[in-house]
T-cell receptor, first 113, second 115 residues
């Protein structure tokens, strides 16, 4: 069975500091991994995805994520946080050959000015 | 290009009633998925449709049904509403692909409140 874990309900970081939002997954076979961001009363916005190839994936708004197969992780990172990055972040996994996307419970990022 | 659109934006129903939610995908996208997002949780997969055929179904009761039309728009129907059906219902569309890593693009959602 596929599953995604986001171990932190909330992450606080000072503006200008690097940020990391953690995600680990469990899936048999090859995973497709995604990060989405959700602002209040809005749908989810796509940030980036890992399908294959380079383990470091670069996405929108300066975000990047590193796929680590041995640790089954796909942590989201940004070198310098902005107050406007404050939002709810979701990690999702999809097993290759299937149609079902599994989302984590979300991590609320709060960037403090 | 317009993004995924959903209607209505908000809806209030009472227990036992039925509701229909609507979704229009991004132009050129043939796949539509429906998710339920309960407050404080991540989206839960309900259905995926492609070319009017159901391709996947999540762990939801038969009270939930959906269909996709020739123009690729979709409807989600929920019968015999329960209080626990109160949630944000999200629709997502994705470009043509064969169970690959196609990206899903989400609409703003329909917030359903069941009283």
């Amino acid at each position: 069975a596929q599953s995604v874990a986001q171990p932190e309900d909330q992450v606080n970081v000072a503006e200008g500091n690097p940020l990391t939002v953690k995600c680990t997954y469990s899936v048999s076979g090859n995973p497709y991994l995604f990060w989405y961001v959700q602002y209040p009363n809005r749908g989810l916005q796509f940030l980036l995805k890992y399908i294959t190839g380079d383990n470091l994936v670069k996405g929108s708004y300066g975000f990047e994520a590193e796929f680590n197969k041995s640790q089954t992780s796909f942590h989201l990172k940004k070198p310098s946080a902005l107050v406007s990055d404050s939002a709810l972040y979701f990690c999702a996994v999809k097993k290759a050959g299937t149609y079902k996307y599994i989302f984590g419970t979300g991590t609320r990022l709060k960037v403090l000015a | 290009d317009a993004g995924v659109t959903q209607s209505p934006t908000h809806l209030i129903k009472t227990r036992g009633q039925q509701v229909t939610l609507r979704c229009s995908p991004i132009s050129g996208h043939k796949s539509v998925s429906w998710y339920q997002q309960v407050l404080g949780q991540g989206p839960q997969f309900i259905f995926q449709y492609y070319e009017k055929e159901e391709r996947g179904r999540g762990n939801f009761p038969d009270r939930f049904s959906a269909r996709q039309f020739p123009n690729y728009s979709s409807e989600l129907n929920v019968n015999a509403l329960l209080l626990g059906d109160s949630a944000l219902y999200l629709c997502a569309s994705s470009p043509p692909g064969l169970a690959g890593g196609e990206t899903q693009y989400f609409g703003p959602g329909t917030r359903l409140l069941v009283l």
